[in-house]
């Protein structure tokens, strides 16, 4: 267990710069993939909720420690999103559900709750448009993030953890 | 108490940590603008910066290949631009040569443009406009600062087309303006030609070949040829001239119709011309 975790401490540590740096070549139409969002609900999908949360709270933080953004904006939200989706965890089922589209639908899920939340915290002030806030910060980036996470389905069979 | 205690926690450890890990963050939240955590997130912007610009050579090579086709357009129009100026400056420079001819020599000059060129093995003919193409008389020669190019075979509107010298057709009678050798000029499609010079004639590299008084196409003295190498071959009478046109056939682009060079029009006699010799031909 401990050699899993640290395997994805390692992967994390990749992400997360790649998320700063690579994403942006990702930018279509102002959407951005969360690419550490990704690996969250995979993770959160094969070892259950409280190891979710507790690389949420971490990842978050030091996203938002290296973009320079509000710091712990980005690990309230991960964490209140990361927790939620922690119910869809099941031990019997991790191999079926990271191996068809439920995968990707949580991961939409996640990420527009998550997209959401971060603009609630972020913005302080009277919001103009809500629903079109929702939809530009929540829906659109949670379905770009949710198919690029499809690409994980055409993974190849060796299991990336083992539980 | 401790075992009801150690249940509840073990029941509701997810919540717990839910709770613990929400305050911790609004916590941080609270504490945004306290000095540090500004100065954590400085030093870790920093660490950020450095990777960042060890990253940024990787993160410009696309902007890089944009550049790079941007600066070929802008080389390739400058290029294009260059190139126009060096052709206009050759122009002015042949009309100004042609200019100072017409000055040099008082005779009725028709200055005509080069519109389009053809060339093939048997013969050359070029197609030139005018303002004053009602001047165009066919048989007119067509000449240019430093020597004879055609003449005129067929008038029509304002385009004249002209059989410039490197025509297989033509046999023109020419002679050597230093020592006088006759001979007869000639186009074998690949190269000019002079026969009938005797082994016993005074020519060199160098000399000007111009028309004769026996031709029965051009006035005499006009410049035509110009000898590059003249050698005696062993066992034969005539000497095998290597010679090239006064006027560059290739590079010309504006000429002057001379009707009074016409033989049948007498207006020539007695007059001197004065050619431009000092640049080479082909």
Redesign the interface.
Known sequence: MIKDYTKWIIIFCILIPIQLVISDYLIIYQLKPDLILIGLVFLTLSFGQIPGIMFAFFSGLLFDLLSGGVVGASSLSKVISIFLCGYFYNENRIEIILRNYTFSLVVLLTSTLDGFIYLLIILSEEIPSLIFLIFQYGVFPGLYTALLSSIILIRPKKKLISS | MIPWLLRFVDTY??YI??SI??T??????TF?QSSQ?IF??QV??G??GV??SI?QPI?EIPKLRSDLKILQETNAELLNELNQLRQSKNEIAELKSLYNFSEKNKLNFIPAKIISKSFTAAQNIFIISSEDYKSFIIDAPVVTNNGIIGLISLVSGDYAVVRTIRNVDFNISVRNSRSGALGILKWDGISFLISNISKTADVKAGDIFVTSEFGTLFSPDIPIVRVIEASANKGFSFYSLRVEPTASLEDVRYVFVVPSFLKSIPTLSGSKLVFDLSQSGD
């Not at chain 2, 911790?24 to 939240?29: E, I, N, R, V």
């Open positions: 450890r997810n940590i839910l890990l929400i911790t963050s609004l916590l941080l939240l945004n955590i954590v997130r870790s912007v660490f950020y990777v960042k990253i993160e």
